[in-house]
């Protein structure tokens, strides 16, 4: 099951940046009691990006998550200051 049902969005936004459009995740046939017991350890999908699928746990996503926001809020942060590198 894709998230973002990539085959629904359209593929003209260059706007947006390059991997937009690719950027989506699946969820696997994973082991359900096995996910209760190890809910941070067990692969529970793959995070699409560009022609790239990467396995990822639940705990793997969260740090994704983190980082990404991290990143806008230094980006936001570095404008503001007017740093540019």
């Known amino acids: 099951m894709s998230i973002n ?10 706007s947006l940046g390059r991997f937009w459009n ?3 995740f699946e969820y696997t046939d994973f082991n359900q009691e096995a996910f209760k017991e190890n809910y941070k350890g067990v ?7 560009g022609n790239s699928r990467f396995p990822v746990t639940y705990s793997e996503l969260g ?3 983190e980082t990404c926001a991290d990143a806008q809020d230094n980006l ?6 007017g740093i540019t590198k």
Do not use: C, W, Y
């Open 76 to 81: 936001s942060t570095r404008m503001r200051l």
């Open 22 to 24: 690719s950027i989506d």
């Open 43 to 49: 692969v529970i999908g793959h995070f699409i990006i």
């Open 63 to 65: 740090r994704i998550i």
């Open 5 to 14: 049902a990539r085959n629904a969005i359209t593929k003209t936004k260059p």
